[in-house]
């Protein structure tokens, strides 16, 4: 079964700082990976998504970058961290397949202060 | 108006109850899924459905694909179950992202 390892649990950091969140997944092979973001009272919505090495596509317009360096490894970054870049980010698999379905990290929730 | 909706947002019950939380969306989809968030954020994957009906343990969910709804029903709740329940859809294609919905809070008292 499919396992995603997902770090660091909390972070606070400054205006302005830099930002990597990493994930990495386990027990499958070239899956779709996902960065959704979950701000105060609202719905997670997806940041990007990837279906293969070096592939990344954003789904909204923002201060974050996503890339893929390995398989089962995606980073989500930013150069300067915002306000609006508080909340709770999750990173997820889809390995596809009837058997397998979705997994999700536990989790990263981020306050920008 | 949301792709996915979910209702009620917020539910508190007693211990023993019976719940059900609903989830109507507007887009095709190729699943739905259940998902339980707890306070410190994990999200954990209760159900995917494509058709019917699915049984876990006290947790029952099922789909009208035509109707485009969803129900989750939890018998007998319990404290322990008190949590956000997600209704998320995937749509079709290699994307495979999903929709999600804003959530459920539910709060079983003893």
């Known amino acids: 079964s499919q396992t995603i390892h997902q770090w660091p649990a909390t972070l606070v950091q400054p205006v302005g700082s830099p930002l990597s969140l990493e994930c990495t997944v386990e027990?499958?092979?070239?899956?779709?990976l996902y960065w959704y973001r979950q701000a105060a009272g609202r719905g997670l919505q997806l940041l990007f998504y990837?279906?293969?090495?070096?592939?990344i596509s954003s789904e909204v317009p923002q201060n974050l970058s996503a890339s893929r360096p390995q398989d089962r490894q995606f980073i989500l970054s930013s150069k300067k961290l915002l306000l609006s870049d508080s909340g709770f980010y999750l990173c997820?698999?889809?390995?596809?397949?009837?058997?397998?379905?979705?997994?999700f990290g536990s989790g990263t929730r981020l306050t920008v202060v | 108006k949301n792709e996915v909706e979910q209702s009620p947002q917020n539910l508190t019950a007693q211990e023993g109850e019976f719940i059900t939380i609903n989830c109507s969306y507007s887009?095709?989809?190729?699943?739905l899924h259940w998902l339980q968030q707890h306070p410190g954020g994990g999200i954990v994957s209760l159900f995917m459905l494509s058709s019917g009906k699915k049984k876990h343990g006290r947790l029952i969910a099922t789909i009208n694909i035509q109707e485009k709804h969803s129900s989750l029903h939890i018998t007998a709740s319990h404290p322990r179950d008190s949590a956000v329940y997600i209704c998320?859809?995937?749509?079709?294609?290699?994307?495979?992202?999903?929709?999600f919905g804003k959530g459920t809070k539910l709060s079983v008292k003893p």
């Open positions: 027990g499958t092979s070239n899956p779709n």
């Open positions: 990837s279906v293969g090495i070096g592939q």
């Open positions: 887009v095709g989809i190729s699943a």
């Open positions: 997820a698999c889809y390995g596809g397949g009837p058997n397998y379905g979705y997994t």
């Open positions: 998320a859809v995937r749509r079709g294609g290699s994307q495979g992202n999903l929709i």
